[in-house]
C-alpha cells in the first residue's frame, strides 16, 4: 500500500539515489543548474529524491509536485505505460508529475524552464 504522505522516503531507494545524482543526465544536469538554490521563482527543489519505490528526477516537497525528465528510452509504448502507472501510484499518494522531453531541455532550456515557472503559477 503507497503512503499517503507525499514524498515520503523510502531508505532503501538512498543508495540509488545517490548513485543517480552522480551519474545525471545531460537534461538533467542542465535543469538542475536553474533548479538548485531556488533559482527558479525561489522554488525548493530536491534532485534524484527517492519516493516509496522509485527515484524522482525532481521533487518539490512544499508542492507535492515532481519532475520527470524523459529521453527517448520514454517512446515505446511499454515505457510510456510503465510511467502511466508509475504516474498512478504516486497520485495515490499525493504527488502530481510533470513530465518534459530530455530534448527540449537540451534544445532551449529557458524555454523548459519558462514552461515549468507556468506550470508552477
Known amino acids: 500500500m503507497p503512503s499517503r504522505e507525499?514524498?515520503?522516503l523510502h531508505r532503501d531507494n538512498?543508495?540509488?539515489?545517490?548513485?543517480?545524482?552522480?551519474?545525471?543526465?545531460?537534461?538533467e544536469?542542465?535543469?538542475?543548474?536553474?533548479?538548485?538554490?531556488r533559482r527558479t521563482g525561489g522554488e525548493k527543489w530536491r534532485r534524484q529524491h527517492p519516493v516509496g519505490a522509485?527515484?524522482?528526477?525532481?521533487?518539490?516537497?512544499?508542492l507535492h509536485l515532481?519532475?520527470?525528465?524523459?529521453?527517448?528510452?520514454?517512446d515505446s509504448a511499454e515505457q510510456q505505460?510503465?510511467?502511466q502507472s508509475r504516474s498512478e501510484v504516486l497520485a495515490l499518494?499525493?504527488?502530481?508529475?510533470?513530465r518534459m522531453r530530455a530534448s527540449d531541455v537540451?534544445?532551449?532550456?529557458?524555454?523548459?524552464?519558462?514552461?515549468?515557472e507556468s506550470q508552477l503559477a
Not at 538512498?14 to 537534461?27: C, D, F, G, H, N
Not at 522509485?54 to 512544499?62: M, S
Not at 537540451?106 to 515549468?116: K, Q, S, T
Request: proline share 5%.
Open 14 to 27: 538512498v543508495p540509488a539515489a545517490r548513485q543517480l545524482r552522480r551519474q545525471m543526465t545531460a537534461s
Open 54 to 62: 522509485f527515484v524522482l528526477d525532481f521533487y518539490h516537497a512544499g
Open 106 to 116: 537540451e534544445r532551449d532550456p529557458a524555454a523548459a524552464i519558462a514552461w515549468l
Open 66 to 74: 515532481a519532475l520527470e525528465v524523459d529521453g527517448g528510452v520514454h
Open 29 to 37: 544536469q542542465i535543469l538542475w543548474q536553474h533548479l538548485r538554490g
Open 81 to 83: 505505460e510503465r510511467d
Open 93 to 98: 499518494s499525493g504527488i502530481r508529475i510533470l
Open 6 to 8: 507525499p514524498g515520503r
